[in-house]
C-alpha cells in the first residue's frame, strides 16, 4: 500500500505547484489522497498518516443492560469495505438559464426574458427574477453529457422522460439518462445554447409561453424558444494571479502581493463577443485603466463612446499555455506589473516576458 500512497502523494505534488496557495496553506494532516477501492467507491487515505477514513458500528452498554449499535467515523489501514465511500462530486459551473422571447415580439409582461427557477418542492417554472432560486450547477458526467442540479435546492436536478415531459427529479432517483443532457452552440443567427435530452431521442428543452408558462421539450429545432443563454451567476468576480512568477496577484492596489489574502476582488465585465472588457474593482468602486506612459490607475468610467479611446477597456485573450492577457484598447500595452522586489506595482508592458 505504501508504494501506491507514495505515487499518489507524488503526483498531487505535481499537480500542486509548492508555492500555491492552497499547498502552503495545508499542513499533513489537512491533505488527503483519493484512491479507488477492490469494494467499489474510493479510499480516502490520510497524507499524513496513511490511513482510510473508516466507518465503523460500535456496540455498547447504555447503562441499563440494553445493548446499544452506534456508527463511529475513524481512520484504519485494513483496505476493507468498510472504508469504501461513494465520491460524487459536485462542482460545475453555476449558471443562470434564460430564454429571450421570439424576435418578432414585444416585450410585454409574460414574454420577456426569463430564468428557469426551481423552488422549494421542486416545481420548475418561468421568472424575471435572477436569484438564488434561479441558479444551476452544470455538473460534468462525462462524454460531453451534464446534469442541470439546482443550486438552492441541491436534491433536485432536471430531467425528461421518455414522453418529453420536463420535471425534476431527485439526485440518482432518474431512469437511465433521462437526467442528462448536452449543451450545444445554437445554430448560425442565434446566440446561445440548444439544451438537449440524452434519454429522450435528444429532444429539446423548450421554453413555452402558453398559458401559466413553462418548460417542454421537442424534436424539431423552433427558434428562440429552443435558444438559452448560460449566464455565469457568480457575477464575474475574480482574483487576478501571474502565472509566470510565484502566482503573484493584484492587491492591494496598484501593487501585487504573495499572500492571496491581500488580493483585491475583480469584476470582469464583458462589453462585446471580441473579447473587450473593462475591470472594476469592487474595493474602489472603479475600473482600472492605462495611459501610453505604462501607468495603471482606478478612474471613473470613461463617457467616450469611442471604444479605442477609452482607458478603462481592454482587449482579454486566452494563451496557449493556459490564462490570459489584457491589453489597452487605446494604446495595446499588457497588464502586467513592476520588477521591483519590495513593493512590486501594476503597470502595462509593451510584450510578454516570463518575469512580468
Request: net charge negative.
Amino acid at each position: 500500500k505504501k508504494d501506491w500512497v507514495a505515487a499518489a502523494k507524488a503526483k498531487a505534488e505535481s499537480a500542486l505547484a509548492d508555492n500555491t496557495p492552497t499547498k502552503a496553506q495545508l499542513s499533513d494532516a489537512e491533505q488527503w489522497l483519493l484512491m479507488h477501492s477492490p469494494h467499489g467507491g474510493h479510499f480516502l487515505v490520510s497524507a499524513k498518516n496513511e490511513l482510510n477514513i473508516a466507518s465503523c458500528s460500535r456496540i455498547t452498554n447504555d447503562g441499563e443492560g440494553r445493548r446499544v449499535s452506534t456508527k463511529t467515523v475513524g481512520l484504519t489501514g485494513e483496505n476493507s469495505v468498510e472504508e469504501s465511500w461513494d465520491v460524487e462530486f459536485v462542482s460545475g459551473e453555476l449558471c443562470f438559464m434564460s430564454s429571450s422571447p421570439p424576435s418578432n415580439t414585444s416585450s410585454k409582461d409574460g414574454t420577456a426574458t426569463k430564468q428557469i427557477r426551481c423552488d422549494l418542492m421542486g416545481k420548475l417554472s418561468l421568472t424575471s427574477d435572477k436569484r438564488g432560486w434561479e441558479v444551476w450547477r452544470f455538473v460534468e458526467m462525462g462524454g460531453g453529457k451534464v446534469r442541470i442540479v439546482s443550486w438552492m435546492h441541491s436534491q433536485f436536478c432536471i430531467a425528461c422522460n421518455h414522453e418529453g415531459k420536463v420535471s425534476t427529479v431527485g439526485i440518482g432517483k432518474a431512469e437511465e439518462g433521462c437526467d442528462e443532457w448536452t449543451a450545444e452552440k445554437a445554430p448560425e443567427g442565434y446566440e446561445g445554447v440548444v439544451v438537449k435530452s440524452v434519454a429522450c431521442a435528444r429532444r429539446m428543452l423548450c421554453r413555452s409561453d402558453d398559458e401559466g408558462g413553462g418548460l417542454s421539450t421537442m424534436q424539431e429545432f423552433d427558434g428562440d424558444c429552443n435558444v438559452w443563454q448560460l449566464d455565469a451567476a457568480h457575477s464575474q468576480v475574480y482574483t487576478l494571479a501571474s502565472l509566470y512568477h510565484n502566482k503573484r496577484s493584484i492587491g492591494p492596489f496598484p501593487y501585487v502581493t504573495d499572500n492571496m489574502k491581500q488580493s483585491d476582488q475583480l469584476v470582469l465585465q464583458m462589453i462585446d463577443d471580441e473579447g473587450t472588457v473593462r475591470l472594476y474593482h469592487k474595493g474602489n468602486g472603479m475600473y482600472l485603466s492605462s495611459n501610453e506612459e505604462g501607468e495603471v490607475e482606478c478612474t471613473a468610467l470613461s463617457e467616450n463612446d469611442d471604444k479605442e479611446l477609452s482607458t478603462e477597456l481592454w482587449k482579454m485573450e486566452q494563451c496557449i499555455d493556459g490564462g490570459y492577457t489584457f491589453s489597452s484598447k487605446t494604446h495595446g500595452g499588457l497588464l502586467s506589473y513592476s520588477n521591483d522586489e519590495v513593493n512590486p506595482k501594476l503597470c502595462t508592458a509593451t510584450a510578454m516576458t516570463d518575469d512580468k
